[in-house]
């Protein structure tokens, strides 16, 4: 899988792009070093410029117990973080299984001040009491061995 550079605008190159609004395409072209070919997929963005998901590891697994859950009318709750990307990813994936595939999920969002970052066991134990059965994690939990391993034996 190939892996994508991510480039950040610094304060100069924000400068200058407010002061050139009418050309921000050119300001964008020139901080990321786009030429003609990779200009079309940043500004026009198709889905055949995505990658496959099936390149990720265990995601015909994945795939199969979120159907299953959609078959047995299982509780699905979508867990993401507080950040941009976070929000993002659960309003999408909450989006997309509740109007595509028609089924009734919740979210959870962790609290910056008292939850802080990443998975913790309390937020198993809590969805457990409201016999969910399918936590979906999103831009979250890659370290979180220990919580996981919790859910896992609850």
Known sequence: MK?????????????????NEN??????????????KNSRVFFEPTFSDLYDPFLLPDMESAVKRILEAKNKKERVVIFGDYDVDGV?????????????????VSYRLPHRVHDGYGLK????DELATKNV?????VDCGTRDVEPIQHAKNL
């Open 23 to 36: 050309n921000i395409e050119e300001v964008m072209k020139n901080a990321r070093n786009l030429n003609e």
């Open 3 to 19: 892996v994508k550079k991510q480039i950040t605008i610094n304060e100069r190159e924000l400068i200058f792009v407010n002061q």
């Open 133 to 137: 059965a399918l936590v979906i994690t």
């Open 88 to 104: 993002s990813s659960t309003a999408l994936l909450v989006r997309f299984l509740t109007h595509e595939l028609e089924m009734q």
């Open 121 to 124: 066991s309390y937020f198993f």
